[in-house]
T-cell receptor, first 115, second 110 residues
């Protein structure tokens, strides 16, 4: 079974703090993704990575950065948290071995509140 | 206009009813059409997918794609309380990224 784990289920931070969200997958997947999920807006892609040390901007990268030093781990960084970054953050991974289907497997999410 | 439109609901139906969930899209290049199910406080998981047009059935679930109308549907027969969840449609073409709908929150009333 594919397992995608996220470091925290709930996180409360203050405005201006640097925030790290960690994601680990155990299925040797090449691709990893960070989304945020907000009511009425659905899932929006922040950043993704197709390989170690490689990153690509998604649809809403502003205010975020990422790091992928190892294949199994993908970190999302909020350099200076703001209240409009309060959201549910979802990490996902997928394999290139399914052709173009690339089913994405999601973690349980981290609900981040920025005060 | 969003690339993928989905009615957010909420939708409440009695147990045993047939449920119809729908999405419309604007990008004619989409080839893969997926339905993800997300239970409360969990991440989404792939329920079904269809490549190109047509129908696909899996137990009580049927996915339909009408590319001429740019319209996809998910039908749930004999709905159960355990089907209560948010259902997200998602689409892609080739190796491009997934584009998600906003999700429809469904409650099945016992």
């Amino acid at each position: 079974d594919v397992k995608v784990t996220q470091s925290s289920r709930y996180l409360v931070k203050r405005t201006g703090e640097k925030v790290f969200l960690e994601c680990v997958q155990d299925m040797d997947h090449e691709n990893m993704f960070w989304y945020r999920q907000d009511p009425g807006l659905g899932l929006r892609l922040i950043y993704f990575s197709y390989d170690v040390k490689m990153k690509e901007k998604g649809d809403i990268p502003e205010g975020y950065s990422v790091s992928r030093e190892k294949k199994e781990r993908f970190s999302l960084i909020l350099e200076s948290a703001s209240t409009n970054q309060t959201s549910m953050y979802l990490c996902a991974s997928s394999s290139n071995r399914q052709g173009h289907l690339n089913e994405q497997f999601f973690g349980p999410g981290t609900r981040l509140t920025v005060l | 206009q969003k690339e993928v439109e989905q009615d957010p609901g909420p939708l409440s139906v009695p147990e045993g009813a047939i449920v119809s969930l729908n999405c419309t899209y604007s990008n004619s290049a989409f080839q893969y059409f997926m339905w993800y199910r997300q239970y409360s406080r969990k991440g989404p998981e792939l329920l079904m997918y269809t490549y190109s047009s047509g129908n696909k059935e899996d137990g009580r679930f049927t996915a339909q794609v009408d590319k001429s109308s740019k319209y996809i549907s998910l039908f749930i027969r004999d709905s159960q309380p355990s089907d209560s969840a948010t259902y997200l449609c998602a689409m892609k073409f080739g190796n491009e990224k997934l584009t998600f709908g906003t999700g429809t929150r469904l409650t099945i009333i016992p």
